[in-house]
């Protein structure tokens, strides 16, 4: 089995900053990307950032230039550095793990439990 475990949301003032951090354990042979997507109030999940197992990223345009998307593979983790956060920014952030080949199992996608990130105005 494979769990991802996030840290690092909280509440922050506008203009703030915070770190999440995802890391994935279990029989792990490789991950293909890990990413985070949010999910405010009412409204769908959305994609924030995702970084391939080669190191390319990609983020949502309402976040570029403010919030970076880095991992460490030998650790499996994933970190996302939220800067100049608006109230906007407001969601739970979910981890996720991209086609995770576990060992003698198959590939499998994994998601996190969710981290509550709030930015107060």
């Known amino acids: 089995q494979v769990q991802l475990v996030e840290s690092g949301g909280g509440l922050v003032q506008a203009g703030g900053s915070l770190r999440l951090s995802c890391s994935a354990s279990g029989r792990i042979f490789s991950i293909n990307a890990m990413g985070w997507y949010r999910q405010a109030p009412g409204k769908q999940r959305e994609l924030v950032a995702v970084?391939?197992?080669?190191?390319?990223?990609n983020y949502a345009d309402s976040v570029k230039g403010r919030f970076t998307i880095s991992r460490d593979n030998a650790k499996n983790t994933v970190y996302l550095q939220m800067n100049s956060l608006k109230p906007e920014d407001t969601a739970v952030y979910y981890c996720n793990a991209d086609r995770v080949a576990v060992v003698a199992r198959g590939i499998f996608d994994y998601w996190g439990q969710g981290t509550q990130v709030t930015v107060s105005s």
């Open positions: 970084v391939a197992s080669g190191g390319s990223t």
